[in-house]
Nanobody
Framework: VQLQAYGGGLVQAGGSLRLSCAASGLPQSSYVMGWFRQAPGKEREFVAAIRWNNGVTRYADSVKERFTISRDNVKNTVDLQMNNLNAEDTAVYYC??????????????????WGQGTLVTVSS
C-alpha cells in the first residue's frame, strides 16, 4: 500500500487550497481514507474521512462547512478541498487509510497506512 499526499503550499487567510492523496494497493471497497493534520508542538488531529465504497464522510467540527473531502474511484485519489482558510489551519497534512470495521475512526493511532505529509501554511 502506498499513499502519496500533495498539493500543500502557502495561502493567504481566507483563501483556498486543494490537497490530493494518491492511493495504490488498497482494496477500496473495505477502506476508509482520512486526512489528519499536525501543527508544530501539537498532536496529530483528525480532519476528515471518507469511505471508498459509498462516499460517506465525517468531519472534525473545526473544519465543517469549510473543508470538503471527496474521492475518485477511477483515479484512486482522495481530495481535500479547503476553503476560507485561517492561521489555525497551518499544519502538515497527512492522508491515511484504515480498514473499515463499522465506524469511521478519528484517532490517528488506529489508522493503518500513512502517506508523507504536505505542508499547508496560511498567512494572516
Amino acid at each position: 500500500v502506498q499513499l502519496q499526499a500533495y498539493g500543500g503550499g502557502l495561502v493567504q487567510a481566507g483563501g483556498s487550497l486543494r490537497l490530493s492523496c494518491a492511493a495504490s494497493g488498497l482494496p477500496q471497497s473495505s477502506y476508509v481514507m482520512g486526512w489528519f493534520r499536525q501543527a508544530p508542538g501539537k498532536e496529530r488531529e483528525f480532519v476528515a474521512a471518507i469511505r471508498w465504497n459509498n462516499g460517506v464522510t465525517r468531519y472534525a467540527d473545526s473544519v465543517k462547512e469549510r473543508f470538503t473531502i471527496s474521492r475518485d474511484n477511477v483515479k484512486n485519489t482522495v481530495d481535500l478541498q479547503m476553503n476560507n482558510l485561517n492561521a489555525e489551519d497551518t499544519a502538515v497534512y497527512y492522508c491515511a487509510a484504515d480498514r473499515f470495521t463499522g465506524i469511521v475512526k478519528i484517532f490517528a493511532s488506529l489508522y493503518e497506512y500513512w502517506g508523507q505529509g504536505t505542508l499547508v501554511t496560511v498567512s494572516s
